[in-house]
């Protein structure tokens, strides 16, 4: 039954238009708030892919955010690491002032 809750429970949520929440991070596969409505949230998470990605993506370290988009998340093993430019983009598309991520400080 916790599983069934969880898989039930919003992916992320939007605050005010100000704030993109969610536990992981970004996706390349994020382009609009709305592209998260369209998921699937009643299924079992995928070790790859959008859905995946919201629950356990991380940015990537100074050195390499801002010269990558997008890489591989060698430590989850599943998922991406994100960079700064992506955020960016998704922050200006979007309107929004700030992405608060609640997996990671």
Do not use: T
Not at 4 to 24: K, Q, R, S, T, W
Not at 47 to 70: E, M, N, T, Y
């Amino acid at each position: 039954m916790f599983i069934d809750a969880f898989e039930a429970m919003p992916i992320a949520a939007d605050v005010n238009g100000d704030y993109l929440c969610m536990h992981g991070g970004i996706s390349p596969d994020l382009h609009n708030r709305s592209d998260i409505d369209k998921i699937n949230r009643f299924i079992e998470p995928p070790l790859q892919g959008f859905l995946c990605d919201l629950l356990w993506s991380d940015p990537l370290d100074d050195k390499d955010a801002r010269k990558v988009r997008f890489g591989k998340n060698a430590q989850r093993e599943c998922s991406v690491k994100f960079g700064l430019e992506p955020v960016k983009e998704i922050l200006k598309r979007n309107n929004f002032i700030s992405i608060i991520r609640a997996h990671q400080v």
